[in-house]
């Protein structure tokens, strides 16, 4: 006999601006952590839940289907949903998160691991090892026989489809305001405010005002916080392959660089150095591979920090573009105390507003504060007015779902031409393609030819690359040059086999 399923005490709010489904998911978490549902207990079915909380049946469809992918409930056949096996000694004692699935069965279910894909190699051949070129200078003979470049790197946004209109009304309404006296190292508190909402909104953070900092983007925010908590020669751990960006400025504000490996689900938490200062992680959509960080390895990456007394920093930098799957919690809402979450205007609207945010705890916002003063280091007054604007009136959600459906074509129509050859296109705007290392050259040689500029794993590495492949952007292209990009490339890799760089 099944057990007789937990009556849940939860409610849902129509009036709220986060949707009912998310809402759901949101409560069942909360009551998984706290310790009101226990692993092994039964979950009302799917058609019980919906009659008791008055909504229908897809929304409990979709949050049970949701918290199945992330680990957190199981279904066992015939029998109905259970909450699943979660490790509750991840987080130890005292901890405000309650348990967590360290290694519960299934937690890395629905994550689409596609494995270790590593082998050894030299530099990168389009982009020199280490240095990369820029992006703005396109080699000459990068130009295509008589056809126009096609540029599939990553890192550049569409920024051409946006309302004229919003755009124009948010910066003369910024223009409408005298200039300021002084400048607030918090940010203008309207904004705060505004950022606050949509955090809350978007990505389900817990977030207020007194959590935000107004940034010129993740960039600058990371320089910051590394002048605010790294003590000098402090140690920094760096996703490997990483943003190449985060070493260049922590190790410019004195830190001692340590690559932190990672493989197709994001930064593997066993084996991290216990001394480090901070951790740099892209957990949503790991730069360059993709992948994205599943739940219980979250758990286990905060029960890390919290032992080491590492801050881990979050880049959500392209968090808000996701496909066919659902949003997994950020990790500052799982920890706040421990976690930093750096985001920007840069890949949702434009890398040239020079707007992002650094959300913390309010006791490290003030030291960050406080060392943004010493340093006389600001954002824009008028930047800050527009961008308050454009969230004020739900123009950036609205360019935010116009974005989504067409980055959704481009990658639509990537994985259509490359099938199975393609991972880490749950998210973000680029994918990879993993390949052996001798063929990553010619290849990118080859594309050239024809006028397809692409980037490569090896330039992502810190020292000697043990990932070889593609990274695609479909970012700066349109969809018809992705369309065409994408079939000069598919014919260049030829039938090949799926697993051809294992
Ligand atoms: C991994 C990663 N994080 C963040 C950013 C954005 O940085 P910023 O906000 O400083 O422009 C980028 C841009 O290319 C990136 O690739």
């Known amino acids: 006999m099944p057990p007789i399923p937990v009556d849940l005490p939860l409610a849902v709010d129509r009036a709220a601006p986060v949707s009912l489904t998310v809402q759901l998911g949101d409560r069942l978490r909360a009551a998984i952590r706290g310790g009101t549902l226990t692993s092994g207990e039964r979950l009302p079915s799917t058609r019980a839940l919906a009659r008791a909380l008055a909504v229908s049946r897809t929304v409990v469809t979709e949050a049970y289907q949701q918290l199945y992918a992330e680990g957190w409930i199981e279904g066992r056949h015939g029998s109905g949903t259970y909450v699943a096996d979660l490790d509750l000694s991840a987080h130890g004692p005292g901890s405000a998160h309650g348990p967590g699935s360290a290694h519960g069965p299934g937690s890395t279910r629905g994550q689409g691991s596609t494995g270790g894909r590593g082998s050894t190699g030299g530099p990168d051949p389009a982009h020199g090892s280490g240095s990369g070129t820029a992006r703005g200078a396109v080699p000459a003979s990068a130009a295509g026989p008589g056809g126009p470049l096609i540029d599939l790197r990553p890192g550049r946004p569409w920024v051409r489809d946006y309302d004229e209109a919003a755009w124009r009304r948010a910066w003369r309404r910024a223009a409408d305001l005298p200039p300021g006296d002084a400048s607030d190292p918090y940010g203008l508190p309207r904004l705060r405010e505004a950022l606050a909402a949509h955090l809350r909104r978007t990505r389900g953070v817990p977030a207020g005002p007194e959590n935000v900092m107004v940034t010129r983007g993740t960039g600058n925010g990371l320089d910051l916080l590394a002048a605010t908590v790294l003590r000098p ?154 961008v308050a604007v454009l969230l004020e009136r739900g123009d950036l959600d609205r360019h935010l779902r116009r974005m989504r459906l067409e980055y959704a074509r481009r990658r639509a129509a990537l994985v259509a031409a490359l099938g199975s050859r393609v991972t880490g296109d749950t998210a973000g705007l680029h994918v990879m393609v993993p390949l052996p290392e001798h063929r990553v050259g010619p290849l990118v040689e080859a594309a050239r030819g024809r006028g397809v500029l692409l980037d490569t794993t090896d330039r992502h590495h810190h020292g000697r690359p043990g990932r070889h492949g593609l990274v695609i952007g479909y970012g700066s292209a349109s969809l018809a040059q992705v369309r065409a990009g994408a079939a000069i490339l598919a014919r260049l890799l030829g039938p090949g086999l799926a697993d051809e760089a294992e």
């Open 233 to 386: 020669g402090g140690r920094a751990g760096v996703e490997d392959p990483g943003w190449r960006r985060a070493r260049t400025i922590l190790g410019a504000r004195g830190a001692e660089i340590v690559p932190c490996p990672v493989d197709a689900d994001g930064v593997l938490v066993d084996g991290l150095p216990e001394d480090l200062g901070l951790l740099y992680t892209t957990p949503a959509h790991q730069y360059p591979l993709g992948g994205r960080l599943p739940i219980a390895r979250r758990e286990r990456l905060l029960a890390w920090a919290r032992r080491s007394g590492a801050l881990l920093v979050e880049d959500d930098y392209d968090a808000e573009f996701r496909y066919d799957v659902a949003p997994l919690p950020a990790l500052y809402g799982l920890d706040p105390e421990r976690v930093v979450l750096l985001g920007t205007l840069s890949k949702s609207l434009s890398p040239d507003i020079g707007v992002g945010w650094l959300v913390a705890s309010p006791d490290l916002l003030d030291a960050v504060a406080r060392t943004r003063e010493d340093l006389t280091d600001r954002t824009g007054g008028p930047a800050q007015q527009a």
